[in-house]
């Protein structure tokens, strides 16, 4: 899936660049500062004994989401409790979810949360790789180069947590 980001704006010295600025030099620039700077999004999983769930109106989605993890064999999950909510149309449920060997391989931070009553597994939904550069405008006077690129969005399986994960490069990124 591509998504072209509006601009990325490079703090290039022309001066270092021998000649000019061209489309593979751009590109080059641009990967190196996405190594030391990778375009990456994070979501929470939330992990513990009682999880809960609010429910209105049949909307399943977030633990739809969580049982496609179970399925992938990143959690384990089980429903502990369901209850009629006192809002019409509503449901509480409560799972027991924890990590599989293989979810905690994807984990990148873990911290319990405020009350102490579940644990937040933070975990990448997806990442960003430059596809290709589209256009070049260099401002010589002022030493600066402006290209306008698409990215490939890569997806991770936690993906399903993200509701708003298409959103995130249409933005100004700004190096350094």
């Known amino acids: 899936m591509k998504k072209i980001l509006l601009f990325f704006v490079l703090g290039v010295l022309l001066a270092s660049c021998s000649g000019?600025?061209?489309?593979?030099?751009?590109?080059?620039?641009?990967?190196?500062?996405?190594?030391?700077?990778?375009?990456?999004?994070?979501?929470?999983?939330?992990?513990g004994d009682s999880i809960e769930f609010y429910v209105s109106?049949?909307?399943?989605?977030?633990?739809?989401?969580?049982?496609?993890?179970?399925?992938?064999?990143?959690?384990?999950?089980?429903?502990?409790?369901?209850?009629?909510?006192?809002?019409?149309?509503?449901?509480d449920y409560i799972y027991?979810?924890?990590?599989?060997?293989?979810?905690?391989?994807?984990?990148?931070?873990?911290?319990?949360?405020?009350?102490?009553k579940y644990t937040e597994n933070t975990v990448m939904?997806?990442?960003a790789t430059l596809d290709k550069v589209e256009e070049i405008y260099i401002a010589p006077n002022?030493?600066?180069?402006?290209?306008r690129v698409s990215f490939k969005i890569e997806k991770t399986p936690f993906v399903v947590l993200d509701e708003d994960y298409k959103y995130f490069l249409e933005k100004d990124i700004i190096p350094d």
């Open 125 to 127: 939904s997806c990442s």
């Open 20 to 47: 000019k600025l061209t489309t593979s030099k751009a590109e080059k620039l641009i990967e190196e500062k996405l190594k030391q700077n990778p375009v990456e999004r994070y979501v929470t999983l939330k992990t």
């Open 142 to 147: 002022i030493n600066m180069a402006e290209a």
């Open 57 to 91: 109106n049949g909307n399943k989605e977030k633990i739809e989401a969580y049982e496609s993890l179970q399925k992938e064999g990143f959690i384990e999950m089980s429903l502990v409790e369901e209850n009629e909510s006192y809002y019409p149309n509503s449901m």
């Open 96 to 116: 027991s979810i924890h990590l599989t060997d293989k979810g905690k391989k994807c984990v990148k931070n873990t911290q319990k949360s405020s009350d102490g």
